[in-house]
């Protein structure tokens, strides 16, 4: 009797041992998913809208055509953006500097993901100043 008991006191605790262990690699491994792909999908993203929008057409614009512009703009990042991010997870996107002289722009990106296991949900977010120039 005393042998089952220990023997299923350790079963259970290895068990235990076994779960915590890959609940932390599964928290890790996916933090680290998300960050890269966010990462690799700014930077296309952004390449994708450089190509499009070159700077020097972008100076000598009145404030009508500066709103039209930057909702294009914007618009056309979180296409390219979504179009590359494979999870289900929920983007907000800012456009928290934008200066049509120099050239400059800098988006904040959060993204809201849900781990494998479903039970717990977190952020990754990223800030990136980019140039047109």
Known sequence: MRTIITGSGLIISLTLIILIHCSI???NLRHIEVSRSLDNAMDYSFD????IYAADSLI???EDEKEGITNNIMSYFCKCLQSQLTSNAELEVKLLYLDYTSG???????EK?????GLAASYC???KTYSLY
Do not use: A, H
């Open 25 to 27: 690699i599964d928290l």
């Open 48 to 51: 994708k809208l450089q190509d």
């Open 60 to 62: 000598n614009l009145n």
């Open 104 to 110: 400059t722009m800098q988006i904040g990106v959060k």
């Open 113 to 117: 993901f849900r781990f494998i296991s």
């Open 125 to 127: 977010s990223y800030e």
